[in-house]
């Protein structure tokens, strides 16, 4: 079994108000990459935000990919397709076939927050299929080292 951690996660990149820092960087504690010979387990966020075990016989692809040029962390997708980062850098493609199974647990909405049905909708926990999966590692030449054997 091999552990890898996320990279990172570097707030003075970010630019927004500091009470949102606070929460983004709530969210951003714990998780991981942990790789067994038979699955992927990825998590983000303490409490757990994202919570992905993928069998390894379903990653027909893995790739490293360009550093990001925008200062997004966290996790972010649709149609099969998510990023779970907390940095830019260091980045991991995986490609799924046939597609894992995955689940978000977003942060609750602050009370002081009106939000429409679409919000709440957008919010809720759910379970996502992940086609690809964008991930950033503290290693990524060492974590696809482990992935090919």
Request: glycine share 6%; net charge positive.
């Amino acid at each position: 079994m091999s552990t890898f951690g996320f990279e990172p996660f570097a707030r003075q990149d970010l630019n927004i108000a500091e009470t949102l820092g606070r929460l983004v960087d709530a969210g951003m504690s714990g998780g991981g990459v942990t790789l067994t010979p038979e699955e992927l387990h990825v998590t983000l966020g303490e409490p757990t935000l994202f919570d992905a075990t993928i069998p390894r016989s379903s990653i027909a692809k893995a790739e490293r990919i360009p550093d990001l040029k925008s200062a997004t962390r966290g996790i972010h997708g649709a149609f099969g397709k998510w990023l779970v980062n907390t940095s830019s850098r260091n980045l991991v493609r995986l490609t799924m076939k046939p597609p894992a199974r995955a689940h978000v647990h977003p942060l609750p909405l602050l009370p002081e927050i009106k939000a429409n049905r679409v919000i709440k909708w957008l919010m809720r926990d759910r379970t996502i299929r992940l086609r690809q999966l964008t991930i950033s590692v503290s290693s990524p030449d060492e974590f696809l080292a482990s992935l090919k054997s």
